[in-house]
């Protein structure tokens, strides 16, 4: 059943990819809709049948992949409660991404290679998720990183989208390699890259690890992280992901929000017993997460592209979940990521139809009064700008919380500050792309005007799905004061395992706490929402505030840098990229063309030149030839004999 | 019974003969006789050599040149058509195809 929830995806990309290339746009869709469906349908049975099961993690036998000394990798899946939960995601949302993508695409030519690819990633990203050992896992890291790229630069014809792609790829890779070298480090000291085995190695020998094992897995756990912000969109490496925007708004909703980002936070949780145990890698992932979110909630402030918005809202709410897992809130990290999957993905979709409507205008500030010719899109979408502001009630709200929580005992108030202004600043954004958007007066020209309709139930049926998702899935997770059970916890609660010997050091997260000091936290968290909001919308309800001018002449230089995002691209581009280039030019131009060219030609014009010299002993004729090998014949006899 | 001597000196008469077609006959066909003759000096000194020592090896060597000199005749013959049919000739005047 497992097996065919992961075949299902790669059958359905070589179909469209290899033998449907002629077929019409609907045929490709349905192809890759149907592969979605089936697979989803294989996951749901198999969750089913593992839940009734108990939930112990069950290692799936595949074949040996690798074998080479001391060295195996088989190509084994786990399903445990972590895969089994990313499983019903990863298939469930893309299934309904499929269905939607049919809509957005409607445009479209051909769409056999946008379908194929799409299903190759969700092949992929079941691969990363579903594997047992980190080389299984890498090789749907690395998959995952190439449907993006290819996905990315989907509409290559124009340059910029083509760059976006190769930039996503290429910042991708300098996290790759962290990732190799984690994987290199877990096998030269432990012996095995199983996720299977290293928790029974670590659960067995804890006591036994000696100090030379620890510093190991410190290395292990940073290079990982390493991987980690490059593929869940970090700093320093967080800058691709704003501009992969530039694919479909579908690709964007499926991978750069709701799956693939992802992965790196999928990867620490998978690894908790080895992060638990590198307290110090733990507190530059908690920081990093922080930073990360405050950053790039501020970009988000002022953008005015309404993808870009999103972009940089995805980044930082990443950043939340690297935070929670910083400070060993790894449940609450997953709960994020569940919520966030589904109001991200929503968003996504909900500004894909706006996009649609617009005509593929994405500027904010030419939109306005959608809300008239576009009520369902802005009834879902609402609610998605609810939850992801943690409005009480919504999905949002509770996941957020979870994560403020965790880092104000784990982490302490500084760093439950920054999250908690992140928040606000999440909600102004969130609010202030609702009103230009939906709110306020038309601005767009009148030859848009006069086209701006609903979009087909094609395209908003999976939207009103996601919604109610996005609504519905928080109350897995309702806190003890509350009083919920925090179901979500519990499930995931097995999963997690720390170590012995650092028990200690992470005895805070079961210890107990005032219900006093929770409700105030939330409290406050709440209270700050709600001035965010607030003042989004007296600025933005009717338009942007003729008032905004004058506040953004006042504090131009602000305004600026953050309208730039910080110059970090271009930062990078002088820092990194340019020296890179440079250094390239030197090897290429000096190295390559005059020393190392210069020495294999020289070598051959040498030969000629000699050949040409000696040539003229060469008459060809053949008797002149047997004549001088008689005499060379003899002298030598005549030297050897006597 | 005939010495081992004279044997020798017919042999290396012979060779001589063979080298000498080798080095000065222009037809190409004359020149793989004389390379037949050669083969066949050295046979001589073989087949002179067993007798003189009464050990086999000689004859079986023998048996051995004579089968390889058969297979080069053969192969030699070929590459003569060939080269006829591709340049009219036979002659090794003109065929000076490993000038340098």
């Known amino acids: 059943m497992l097996w065919l929830m992961i075949l299902f995806p790669l059958l359905g990309a070589a179909l469209n990819g290899l033998l449907l290339r002629n077929a019409s746009k609907g045929v490709s869709h349905t192809v890759g809709v149907v592969a979605m469906a089936a697979s989803f349908a294989c996951a749901v049975m198999a969750y089913m049948q593992f839940m009734s099961g108990g939930g112990e993690p069950i290692v799936y036998k595949g074949f040996p992949w690798i074998d080479a000394g001391r060295f195996s990798a088989p190509f084994n899946i786990i399903l445990d409660r972590l895969s089994g939960l990313m499983m019903l995601v990863v298939t469930g949302i893309g299934t309904l991404i499929h269905i939607y993508a049919g809509g957005y695409m409607h445009e479209e030519d051909k769409t056999w290679r946008f379908f194929s690819y799409l299903n190759l990633f969700v092949f992929m990203m079941l691969l990363l998720v579903m594997g047992d050992n980190l080389l299984v896992m890498f090789v749907g890291w690395e998959g995952v990183g190439l449907c993006s790229y290819l996905l990315i630069g989907y509409w290559y014809k124009d340059d910029a989208n083509a760059a976006a792609g190769m930039k996503a790829f290429i910042v991708n890779r300098i996290g790759d390699i962290g990732f190799l070298i984690g994987i290199f480090l877990t096998w030269k000291h432990f012996g095995t890259i199983s996720f299977s085995e290293l928790r029974e190695l670590i659960a067995q020998g804890g006591s036994t690890l000696d100090a030379a094992k620890m510093a190991a897995i410190g290395w292990i756990t940073l290079a990982l992280f390493v991987g980690a912000c490059g593929k869940s969109a970090q700093i320093p490496l967080y800058v691709w992901l704003p501009d992969a925007m530039a694919g479909p708004t579908p690709v964007s909703a499926l991978i750069h929000a709701a799956t693939m980002v992802t992965a790196g936070i999928y990867m620490m949780t998978r690894l908790n017993f080895f992060y638990y145990l590198a307290p110090d890698t733990m507190v530059i992932v908690a920081w990093t997460g922080a930073a990360t979110a405050l950053i790039a909630a501020t970009i988000a402030l002022v953008q005015n592209d309404i993808k870009k918005v999103l972009a940089y809202s995805t980044v930082s709410q990443l950043g939340y979940m690297v935070m929670a897992c910083g400070v060993g809130g790894f449940g609450a990290g997953v709960f994020h990521l569940f919520t966030h999957a589904c109001f991200k993905a929503l968003l996504f979709l909900g500004a894909g139809s706006v996009i649609v409507a617009m005509h593929h205008k994405q500027d904010m500030r030419e939109m306005g009064g959608l809300r008239k010719y576009m009520p369902v899109t802005h009834a879902v979408f609402l609610i998605a700008v609810l939850a992801i502001i943690g409005f009480p009630g919504l999905a949002g709200f509770f996941s957020k919380d979870e994560v403020l929580w965790k880092a104000w005992i784990g982490g302490g108030p500084l760093l439950w500050g920054v999250g908690v202004v992140t928040a606000g600043f999440t909600s102004f954004y969130m609010v202030r792309l609702l009103c230009l958007t939906f709110y306020g007066p038309n601005r767009s020209d009148h030859h848009t005007q006069e086209h701006l309709h609903e979009t087909p139930a094609l395209m908003w049926s999976p939207l009103v799905v996601l919604a109610a998702l996005s609504a519905g899935v928080g109350y897995l997770g309702i806190p003890h004061f509350l009083g919920g059970n925090n179901l979500f916890a519990a499930y995931l609660k097995p999963v997690l395992f720390v170590p012995e010997q650092v028990a200690g050091q992470w005895a805070f997260l079961k210890a107990e706490y005032s219900h006093a000091l929770e409700w105030s936290l939330m409290g406050a968290s709440v209270f700050i929402m709600l001035c965010a909001s607030g003042l989004a919308i007296k600025l933005y309800a009717s338009g942007p505030a003729p008032v905004l001018e004058t506040w953004r002449a006042k504090i131009s230089g602000a305004y600026d840098l953050l309208l730039n995002k910080y110059w970090v691209d271009e930062v990078y581009d002088s820092w990194v990229v340019q020296p890179l280039r440079d250094m390239s030019q030197f090897l290429w131009r000096i190295i390559d063309v005059v020393i190392i060219d210069g020495i294999v030609n020289g070598a051959g014009q040498a030969c000629a030149l000699i050949g040409g010299l000696v040539s003229f002993r060469s008459s060809g004729s053949m008797h002149r030839h047997a004549m001088v090998l008689m005499i060379g014949i003899v002298c030598l006899l005549s030297v050897l004999l006597f | ?100």
């Open chain 2, 1 to 100: 019974m005939v010495p081992v001597e004279h044997y020798m000196v017919l042999a290396t008469l012979v060779f001589f003969c063979g080298l000498a077609g080798v080095m000065f006959r222009k037809n190409l066909i004359m020149v793989l006789m004389s390379i037949e003759l050669m083969l066949n000096a050295v046979n001589i000194v073989f087949v002179a050599a067993s007798r003189e020592l009464a050990d086999l090896d000689g004859q079986v060597m023998v048996i051995f040149i004579i089968t390889v000199a058969a297979c080069e005749a053969a192969v030699g013959l070929a590459m003569v058509i060939a080269l006829f049919r591709k340049y009219g000739t036979v002659n090794t005047g003109f065929l000076r195809m490993l000038r340098g």
